[in-house]
């Protein structure tokens, strides 16, 4: 069965350096999101992406934050220079169409010292 | 800032047993999205509930929309220890795109 990957599954990073996290979609969707999960806290919706272009995007993606599909498989998401506060599980999904059901990948641990 | 609030936040019932978990939010929306995470995993949809009066159902679960009084519920039918996880409603009110706002999470734990 088709499913989301990400890697890597844990990213160990100082302040102030850049990350990236890689997503691979489901191959025939067309819909792409990043969320990211502050350990023990809610889910937060960080920025949607279609058509090579981002739809909708939360307060807490900021010019810190960038997205982009650089080649038709991978979908990435960059944060410039890392804070503290970035430190959490960062999870991609895909879906075939707006309003349909969507595929979460593993997640990213991202920890920033 | 639309605010999505659920309750309760933590529910503990014996298997067999039926319960609601409550979604409510602040501003009109027509899209509302169940989720699960089960600890330490990644969230699975469970739901997607598209206009008022909108009802599924999967399994022991069944999940229900009214727009107007701005409020979603998830019912849980006679449950069994396996849909012990967490329960997140999340709020779409992107308008060219999906724009989520999530719930606090039901922590659901079923006692066998």
């Known amino acids: 069965e088709p499913e989301v990957t990400q890697t890597p599954s844990h990213q160990v990073t100082q302040m102030g350096q850049e990350v990236i996290l890689r997503c691979v979609p489901i191959?025939?969707?067309?819909?792409f999101y990043w969320y990211r999960q502050i350990l023990g806290q809610k889910v937060e919706f960080l920025v949607s992406?279609?058509?090579?272009?981002?739809?909708?995007k939360s307060e807490i993606f900021d010019d810190q934050f960038s997205v982009e599909r650089p080649d038709g498989s991978n979908f990435t998401l960059k944060i410039r220079s890392t804070k503290l506060e970035d430190s959490a599980m960062y999870f991609c999904?895909?879906?075939?169409?707006?309003?349909?059901?969507?595929?979460f990948g593993p997640g990213t641990r991202l920890t920033v010292l | 800032e639309l605010k999505v609030e659920q309750n309760p936040l933590f529910l503990s019932m014996q298997e067999g047993k039926n319960y609601t978990i409550y979604c409510n939010y602040s501003?009109?929306?027509?899209?509302l999205y169940w989720y699960r995470q089960d600890p330490g995993k990644s969230l699975e949809s469970l739901f997607v509930?598209?206009?008022?009066?909108a009802v599924k159902q999967e399994g022991r679960l069944m999940a229900s929309l009214d727009t107007k009084a701005r409020l979603s519920t998830l019912h849980i039918t006679a449950a069994v220890h396996d849909l012990s996880a967490t329960y997140f409603c999340?709020?779409?009110?992107?308008?060219?795109?999906?724009?989520?706002?999530f719930g606090t999470g039901t922590s659901l734990t079923v006692i066998p």
């Open positions: 191959s025939n969707h067309l819909y």
């Open positions: 992406f279609y058509n090579n272009e981002i739809s909708e």
């Open positions: 509930l598209l206009s008022n009066g």
């Open positions: 501003t009109t929306s027509d899209r």
């Open positions: 999340a709020v779409d009110k992107g308008r060219t795109g999906n724009q989520f706002y």
């Open positions: 999904a895909s879906t075939i169409g707006l309003t349909d059901t969507q595929y």
